[in-house]
């Protein structure tokens, strides 16, 4: 062959080889354009040196430029985080819909026990009904904001309630007379319901009642809550500088040798994604105890801690009260003829003698309610749906390797330097001591932010278990919010994270009664009639009102809800 053919030769293989680069990197640059990763002022017009780069680096040339591997790290972690996110969503969903359900269900139970109350006393104390009203209505507001998480005691809003109610009942059905007495008289009746005990121990039964299936009920809203700061914490997680890179390694850097279709090996990606989140595993045991917490609470809500049946008896307990103080009517006239000053009447209208010395029965009829609507029913579909995440945190890693980022069994994949037929590098396994001899992530050690949630979980988990904290103090120093904690966050800061700690504020609350003791003879005995048929509910009850602080906690995950 001459000189001239062979040269000829040379040169074509020249072009060949240069048009085959350009032809890889002009398909890297429509990837780039049509995933909107960056501007198109970053690209280059044709392969190029690969000496700036930190990551991609290969020993030929490369499509990448600085500024495109930059452009790349900033996708790579953005995928993974909407990919959290999505994975998450249906969770949080679920937590946020019981959430609103359970609350929902609270107003109206309590609607239905005012109402089951009011009618009570229009078919068995007339007299009464009417200037009672307000009283009853205060007291299932009072219970409701209790449910709600407001700290108010549980004892003096219920005694509050029978002080209020003892004038009436006694002016009326113990020692009535030819018109009201006055209202220095009245006072002084009033303040001796806690010391003569005219309703005998249902003040003290009801109270313990509402307190220990209250307790139960607020707990349960706040365990959901806090599930959902839990996965906002994690939806929001800030990877380290090391991850980030290994990750524009996995996902990126092949792009820069011209290989847009080829994924990650298993193995590689286990790696990778089990570093990133090995702080986010750590959460797996406690997470997974949160759920068996929640449904051990929720196998306790019967009874004396059954909420529903507590609240929708609530009526009952308080005929058999006014009952008592009627039998006990001579002992109590004649305690309050020493105590109070004799009364002073004013003129009013005739008693009504049946109305004054008889006890009607209560008529009451079975409300047509959906079986579905009880709250225990609620509670074992909610436990039942999420039954199927209680691994979630455990297995996150893998899924998103197996379901989105890995290539399949058998097919050709990246390794993070070449295309090869499999992966041989050493694979580990979940968690932050698992890292230690990971080949592709150094993982520096936990998360703070992480550790904070956790503690948050190991904290209600115990609380969910009934058992007692003292240096942790009440149910309510859990704060719920966004996950982020003052002065803290998760990973690695630098000037490419752009990350800064949320803090969340104390409130303010009082104390509350947590699960008094019963050793009155009403101890093994629970109130429960049917309720009223709506027909013969007074439509003039008012709605208890969810405080605006509730769903400011609420809304931001209901949007969802929304979309569906």
Same mark, same amino acid.
């Given at each position: ?50 000496? #700036? ?15 495109? #591997? ?36 609270? #107003? ?133 500088? #090391? ?322």
């Amino acid at each position: 062959m001459s000189p001239l053919l062979m040269g000829s030769v040379f040169l074509l293989c020249l072009c060949r080889s240069a048009f085959g680069e350009l032809d890889k990197c002009n398909e890297v640059h429509k990837v780039f354009q049509l995933r909107q990763i960056g501007p198109n002022q970053v690209l280059p017009s044709g392969p190029r040196s690969g000496s #700036e780069l930190l990551v991609c680096t290969s020993k030929g040339s490369t499509c990448c430029t600085k500024k495109m #591997e930059e452009k790349y790290q900033a996708a790579a972690r953005r995928d993974v985080q909407d990919l959290l996110q999505t994975y998450s969503s249906r969770l949080k969903l679920l937590l946020s819909r019981y959430v609103a359900a359970f609350q929902e269900t609270f #107003e109206v139970l309590m609607r239905q026990a005012e109402n089951h109350t009011n009618v009570v006393l229009q078919v068995s104390y007339q007299k009464i009904a009417d200037p009672a009203a307000g009283s009853v209505r205060e007291l299932f507001t009072d219970v409701g904001l209790f449910l709600l998480g407001s700290e108010l005691n549980v004892d003096e809003f219920v005694q509050r309630f029978f002080d209020a109610l003892l004038p009436l009942v006694y002016d009326h059905y113990i020692s009535p007379g030819v018109g009201d007495t006055s209202p220095g008289h009245a006072e002084c009746v009033r303040s001796l319901n806690r010391v003569i005990k005219p309703f005998g121990a249902v003040p003290d039964l009801l109270a313990d009642q509402i307190a220990t299936s209250g307790v139960s009920g607020k707990l349960l809203l706040q365990a959901l809550h806090l599930g959902i700061e839990v996965i906002n914490t994690t939806d929001h997680l800030q990877l380290s500088r #090391e991850c980030r890179r290994a990750l524009l390694k996995m996902q990126y850097c092949p792009h820069c040798q011209g290989i847009t279709h080829s994924k990650p090996c298993m193995g590689y990606c286990l790696n990778v994604m089990r570093g990133c989140l090995a702080s986010m595993a750590e959460i797996d045991a406690h997470w997974r105890e949160f759920v068996r917490s929640l449904e051990g609470l929720s196998a306790r809500m019967h009874g004396a801690q059954d909420l529903e049946q507590v609240l929708l008896g609530a009526h009952t307990m308080l005929h058999d009260a006014i009952g008592h103080a009627q039998k006990n009517g001579p002992r109590l006239t004649a305690q309050v003829h020493k105590l109070c000053s004799p009364p002073i009447r004013k003129p009013a209208q005739s008693v009504s003698i049946q109305d004054a010395n008889s006890r009607v029965s209560i008529p009451l009829k079975a409300l047509n309610r959906r079986s579905e609507d009880s709250l225990s029913v609620m509670r074992k579909d909610f436990l039942k749906t999420l039954r199927a995440f209680s691994t979630f945190y455990g297995g996150l890693a893998d899924q998103m390797c197996l379901q989105e980022l890995s290539s399949g069994d058998g097919v050709p994949c990246w390794n993070g330097t070449n295309i090869v037929k499999s992966y041989t590098r050493r694979v580990v396994g979940n968690g932050i001591r698992a890292q230690s001899t990971n080949p592709e992530v150094k993982v520096k050690g936990e998360d703070p932010v992480i550790n904070q949630i956790i503690d948050k979980l190991k904290h209600i988990n115990q609380l969910l278990q009934g058992k007692t904290i003292p240096k942790l103090g009440s149910l309510d120093q859990i704060e719920t919010g966004s996950g982020d904690s003052e002065g803290h966050s998760s990973g690695d800061c630098d000037d490419e994270d752009g990350c800064a700690g949320s803090g969340g504020g104390e409130m303010n609350r009082k104390n509350s009664k947590m699960s008094p003791d019963v050793t009155s003879d009403y101890k093994h005995h629970h109130y429960h009639h049917p309720p009223a048929e709506d027909s013969k509910i007074d439509g003039n009850s008012h709605s208890l009102r969810l405080t605006a602080a509730v769903w400011v906690l609420v809304l931001p995950s209901l949007h969802m809800i929304l979309d569906l």
